[in-house]
């Protein structure tokens, strides 16, 4: 079970990556562009940090949908990540909506980008972490 948590866990990392660069690059670029110094400029930023937050948010998820969650099938695992990116996206949108001064629309694409982001995870934990066949 350990090595299907390991690979689902890095799967879910790269559709988060590829994910999260179409949400705030593409989508909502030009958006954090208006907002002034609100966030680090692009060369300041911290990408190798960055990369290793979300891998372990990543084998997080995983592990937690390989230990706890039961039973295991792509209908269970996309409802996981349902749940998950439901709160996990009202947190990301509208917590930092209550406390930054970002517009709404990004509270919104960050509300839906994250239940997206989940849901995805939830469907590739629910199509690789598997128990094992018994024979």
Do not use: C
């Not at 690979?7 to 208006?34: K, M, N, Q, R």
């Not at 692009?42 to 230990?67: E, T």
């Not at 749940?83 to 839906?112: H, I, K, N, T």
């Amino acid at each position: 079970m350990v090595k299907k948590i390991l690979l689902g866990g890095i799967a879910i990392f790269v559709a988060w990556e590829v994910l999260d660069f179409l949400i705030h690059g593409v989508i909502l670029g030009s958006t954090y562009a208006t907002l002034g110094n609100m966030f680090r400029a692009q060369a300041d930023m911290k990408m190798g940090l960055m990369a290793v937050v979300v891998l372990i948010a990543a084998l997080a998820f995983a592990a937690a949908y390989g230990w706890f969650v039961s039973p295991k099938s792509l209908a269970t695992g996309v409802k996981y990540g349902l749940l998950v990116g439901f709160g996990g996206g009202v947190s990301m949108g509208y917590g930092s909506y209550a406390a930054m001064p970002v517009p709404y629309v990004m509270a919104l694409a960050w509300f839906l980008g994250s239940w997206v982001e989940f849901t995805v995870a939830g469907l590739l934990a629910g199509l690789i972490i598997k128990p094992a066949a018994t024979t």
